[in-house]
């Protein structure tokens, strides 16, 4: 399958056409961004790495029976996925106190939550992506009651396997951010599973293996990704 145009370009990946209008092209770029888009760089071969390991874990998302839009690999830094309607929320499971929940709420970073912490975004740049509650959600249009009720179960189905996952490889899972969508009546995860869009820690260490690592100038970002590739497709 060929892609052919370009649907829409945002911060990490860039959508084409093909063929079939139920299947899309989605391209992992190298350019990086944090805090509201503020901090731009980019990251060497992010796009190849994020895409490889998105595809890897879609795949042991599915044979868990999670539905998702991953069809196969395109190319090195490209999926075909279903041409999924997104709902516009960010949806966040949380493990442990990082990144802005700790400031938030003032909380000791690092301090492991007594069961799975689900949080909710409005995906607006220009309104620097709100939180919202359930009934924001509901109420203000943004997914259905079923459908949010679908997500939050597909969410924490995959905190539980993931998690599971990644310890076996030496990796504690902090975080992560989870974009839904539906085709024909049905919910679908899309977008990403990457170092992008998750906190990873070394299990032993503690040590950064995500984007953290730009966000906070720690050094060594591609090597950290690649490190948690290899360690996850092993
Ligand atoms: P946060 O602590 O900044 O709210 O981030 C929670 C998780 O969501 C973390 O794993 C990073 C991920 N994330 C994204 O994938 N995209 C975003 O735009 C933001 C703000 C966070
Ligand atoms: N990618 C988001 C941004 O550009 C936020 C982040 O991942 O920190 O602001």
Known sequence: MEKTV???????????????PRVIWMEFKDTATAFDGVKKGSIQDKGRINAALSAH??????????????IERADERSLLVRNLKMFPVEVVVRNAAAG???KRYGLEHGTRFRKPLLEYFLKNDSLHDPMLNRQHVVVLGYMPERKLARAEELALKV????????????FFLVDFKLEFGEQSGRVYLGDEISPDTCRIWDAGTGEIMDKDRFRLDLGAVEEHYEEVLRRLTA
Do not use: D, Q, W
């Not at 370009?6 to 079939?20: D, F, H």
């Not at 905190?159 to 030496?170: A, D, E, I």
């Open 57 to 70: 874990l879609f795949g042991v998302l599915e044979r868990a029976g999670i539905p998702t839009h991953f």
């Open 6 to 20: 370009v649907l829409y370009e945002g911060k990490a990946k860039k959508a084409y056409g093909t063929s079939n």
């Open 159 to 170: 905190n539980t396997v993931l998690s599971r996952y990644m310890k076996r490889r030496g």
């Open 100 to 102: 802005s929940i700790e």
